[in-house]
């Protein structure tokens, strides 16, 4: 980014993009420290909380009909993934906190 700054007299910004988690990533970093260079946000398959993805999977694989599926599923997730709040920050959380002048465009 620095390279890009100084070697480039009329670079003026950037555009944020990501995949996956790494969308998910993108947009609440825009929403919660809203960069000034940053022109524009490109994000491909982000989730808007954990419990969609976990919802999503268990429909596409037919197992919402187990008794406490989901409840296992999210158990699962917090044990193996230690160090993600369940009950954290998500970008259905702050989606409406990115500036209005920031096109974003999301790729399903």
Not at 46 to 67: A, C, E, G, Q, Y
Not at 83 to 106: C, E, K, T, W, Y
Request: glycine share 4%; net charge neutral.
């Amino acid at each position: 980014y620095e390279y890009a700054t100084t070697k480039l007299p009329h670079y003026s910004g950037c555009i944020l993009t990501g995949i996956s988690r790494g969308a998910a990533t993108c947009i609440n970093f825009m929403a919660l420290c809203q960069p000034e260079k940053v022109r524009a946000i490109v994000v491909e398959s982000p989730f808007d909380t954990l419990k969609s993805v976990v919802n999503h999977l268990l429909d596409r694989f037919k197992l919402r009909w187990i008794p406490f599926c989901k409840d296992m599923s999210m158990m699962f997730i917090d044990n193996k993934f230690e160090r993600l709040d369940l009950q954290g920050i998500f970008p259905l959380d702050l989606i409406a906190h990115i500036p209005s002048h920031v096109p974003i465009l999301i790729i399903g």
